[in-house]
């Protein structure tokens, strides 16, 4: 794992040291160091320039969708992707370009269809033949053409954890390809006088080390544009390979460079499209994790220990899962050091564990640290991706703060939520003086 440090030997982040952070924040706190993520963002875009392929590099915003993130990927000139009108209603108040916003969901509602054709999205990313009908019915006054990609589900699997692949045939994501709904979605898209069809979109999964699912898709995808040249004579414009690019969180995960998957893309656009009677499509790619994952800090305040004689130890900081569920929900693994001396030898193998109220709330089960003090400052890498995303106000915990560090200087760019932000949205119950009548209700087992 990579790190900074000062010459004191401290972790520094973005150019200050992490317990500055800290004594400025608070723990639990989630930091970003921004010139990490432009630093990607760059390494992306150079892999198509250098091949002189036309491409859009999408920030799969789900990763991390705040409106300093909206504003950083602006800077960088890139799209991004979103998922629900939340992202979307956050990337129009980050004043983000619409026209760069690609709308993805297996089940995007009528209402969050409206939107997105309010606000003027550029791409709409259709999953099902319900979402064509919706958009049939919202567009049926519009003037002009909205662009869309055709989601498929390429049947190619990429070998990961399961609850990660979305790729394969069996998925409740995109129109199958084997059974034809794909070719079916395609000519009902071409017949429409308010869509206009810009290509095709594949996700194979997530946390992917290895090239070959990308260059199996890519080939797939490209006989299916090519197939729909020929069937309908449709001259594609995209070619969306989705993300899923992985990134190393323990000293075990040994991942090739983000950029490395980009490359083996471009190489196998090159040689598969030898034949087409069409010019070479944009290709677009979608990463999320490999963007802001490693960018990401959590740094938490150690408090309480529990030794138990022939066990490990456990040592508890202030956060664990509902600032990070990843390791309850996936068995993720992370590695984490005390701040103020990150290079010193581990003595120790201990669990370090939360203050939530579930045994499960494991932030690293054998966390290899030095002796740990209440009061020291554990920070744990790589936490960019799908931490603060994934929230949750559990035990009624306030959600951390989140600061951007840039060049030596630290901002608050999302507030740590207070007791009153808690109960906000809370009502008062007032019980009805009378009870309702009872005698129509029928009392129906369960199961
Ligand atoms: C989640 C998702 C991504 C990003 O995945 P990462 O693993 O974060 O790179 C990209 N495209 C689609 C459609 C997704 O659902």
């Known amino acids: 794992m990579n790190f900074a440090t000062n010459h004191e030997g401290q972790l520094t982040i973005g150019g200050v040291v992490a317990s500055q952070l800290v004594h400025t924040f608070q723990t639990p706190l989630y930091v970003y160091d921004v010139g990490a993520i432009r630093h990607q963002i760059r390494a992306f875009k150079q892999v198509f320039e250098t091949a002189g392929v036309a491409y859009a590099v999408s920030y799969a915003s789900k990763a991390f969708a705040t409106i300093a993130m909206y504003e950083v990927a602006k800077a960088e000139a890139i799209h991004v992707d979103v998922v629900s009108g939340g992202e979307l209603y956050t990337a129009q108040a980050a004043g983000f370009p619409m026209d760069k916003v690609s709308f993805h969901g297996n089940n995007k509602s009528k209402a969050e269809l409206e939107q997105a054709l309010d606000a003027g999205v550029g791409t709409i990313i259709v999953d099902n033949f319900h979402e064509l009908d919706l958009l049939d019915e919202l567009l049926k006054a519009a003037v002009g053409k909205q662009n869309v990609l055709i989601r498929v589900a390429p049947g190619i699997s990429a070998h990961t954890h399961a609850y990660d692949q979305t790729g394969q045939t069996d998925s409740k994501f995109g129109f199958d390809l084997e059974s034809g709904q794909a070719d079916e979605a395609a000519k009902r898209i071409l017949a429409d006088d308010h869509l206009n069809l810009l290509g095709i979109h594949a996700h194979i999964g997530s946390q992917i080390f290895e090239v070959a699912g990308f260059e199996a898709v890519t080939q797939k995808l490209l006989a299916v544009l090519d197939h729909w040249h020929q069937q309908f004579g449709f001259i594609p414009k995209v070619l969306n390979v989705g993300g899923g690019f992985g990134i190393a969180y323990t000293k075990q995960d040994d991942p090739l460079p983000p950029e ?129 995303s994934m929230a949750s106000n559990y035990n009624r915990n306030p959600r951390p703060a989140v600061v951007f560090v840039e060049n030596g200087q630290a901002q608050l760019v999302v507030t740590r939520e207070t007791y009153a932000d808690l109960i906000q949205h809370d009502q008062h119950y007032t019980a009805p003086s009378q009870s309702a009548p009872t005698s129509t209700a029928t009392t129906v087992a369960k199961k």
């Open 260 to 388: 490395a998957f980009v490359q083996a893309i471009v190489t196998t656009l090159k040689t598969q499209s030898h034949g087409f009677n069409w010019p070479l499509p944009a290709v677009w790619i979608e990463p999320g994790r490999s963007i802001v994952g490693p960018a990401g800090y959590s740094l938490y305040t150690v408090g309480s220990r529990k030794d138990v004689p022939g066990l490990r130890p456990y040592v508890a900081v202030d956060g664990g899962m509902s600032d990070n569920i990843r390791p309850a929900l996936y068995q993720a693994q992370y590695t984490a050091v005390v701040a103020d001396h990150p290079t010193a030898q581990p003595t120790e193998r201990v669990h370090l564990v939360g203050k939530y109220c579930e045994s499960g709330d494991i932030l690293i089960d054998y966390a290899p640290l030095p002796a740990t003090h209440p009061g020291d400052v554990v920070a744990v890498f790589d936490t960019g991706a799908y931490g603060y």
